[in-house]
């Protein structure tokens, strides 16, 4: 989730604000903007506000950060951080850290990192299925039937997370009207929700290194990914608290009623595996 320095950082449009004058120009030193579209905005990590820039690009690699006008503060002082820096502010979740991965930064990774930590929820239930039905030396139609498990597993993560996305996004908008008047940005926030699940990645490790407090690792790790998605909520939409409190709330809800309505047909989300076993006997 965290991109460092200037790597990872949308090209920002440069001019001569800031810029020593001296008689009418810098002082042997020449301003080299950056080229980017008059429309890219970024926001201050600090006070949220917009900004048309991040950093003043001089001759010889010279670099200023661009001081917001709104609260005085350099407008993204992570564009200077180690990537690693940045991970571990993103891992604490500060709001600075989120602001300067969602909206100074250009990632395009939120697809594929979706499909992957499907993958790895769809490995956890896959894994916890067959740990409880064990088949010892099965035949080639045993494990055909494990491997659409598997499948099965990945669909109804994906259908659980699809709920808990359309449990949070229709709060918001029904409750966009008793809000000001500010248009949602349901594209950013979806990204946003996307990138700030990482924490399923560790779902992985956790079964790998399997002992007696796994099951707990699982908890907190859901607790962790939970957290995460709230502030994504709160920093991009800027809102309350309470608002991204009551929005994954939402979420959660319309998640764990589609887990409901998954478990009254257990008959058509059951193991294969299971069923055979006991047909064996």
């Not at 810098?26 to 006070?47: F, H, K, L, M, N």
């Not at 409880?132 to 080639?140: E, F, G, Q, V």
């Not at 992985?204 to 502030?231: G, M």
Request: charged share 20%; aromatic share 12%; net charge positive.
């Amino acid at each position: 989730m965290g991109t460092g320095g200037r790597s990872g950082l949308r090209p920002g449009k440069g001019n001569a604000e800031g810029v020593t004058p001296g008689n009418g120009k810098a002082d042997g030193v020449a301003v080299t903007p950056t080229a980017a579209s008059a429309s890219c905005q970024y926001r201050c990590i600090e006070c949220n506000q917009e900004a048309k820039e991040l950093y003043r690009d001089y001759n010889h690699g010279v670099l200023k950060i661009t001081i917001c006008k709104s609260c005085q503060k350099p407008v993204d002082k992570y564009i200077e951080y180690d990537p690693v820096i940045i991970l571990i502010n993103a891992i604490l979740c500060k709001a600075q850290a989120y602001r300067h991965i969602l909206f100074n930064t250009k990632i395009n990774m939120h697809g594929k990192l979706c499909v992957f930590c499907l993958l790895c929820e769809a490995y956890l239930r896959w894994w916890q299925l067959q740990d409880s039905s064990r088949i010892a030396d099965p035949d080639d139609f045993i494990r055909y039937a494990k491997e659409w498990d598997f499948y099965r597993m990945f669909a109804i993560a994906s259908l659980e997370q699809t709920a808990y996305f359309t449990g949070i996004f229709t709060f918001l908008w029904v409750e966009r009207p008793l809000r000001a008047k500010k248009k949602l940005n349901f594209v950013l926030l979806l990204k946003a929700l996307l990138l700030s699940s990482y924490g399923k990645l560790l779902l992985i490790p956790a079964v790998i290194w399997e002992h007696d407090y796994t099951p707990l690792c699982l908890r907190l790790i859901k607790v962790f990914v939970l957290t995460s998605n709230f502030q994504a909520i709160r920093v991009t939409l800027n809102v309350s608290r309470k608002l991204s409190f009551l929005a994954i709330l939402s979420g959660l809800l319309v998640e764990s009623t589609m887990v409901y309505f998954l478990q009254r047909m257990e008959w058509a989300v059951g193991s294969d595996c299971a069923i055979y076993k006991s047909q064996d006997f």
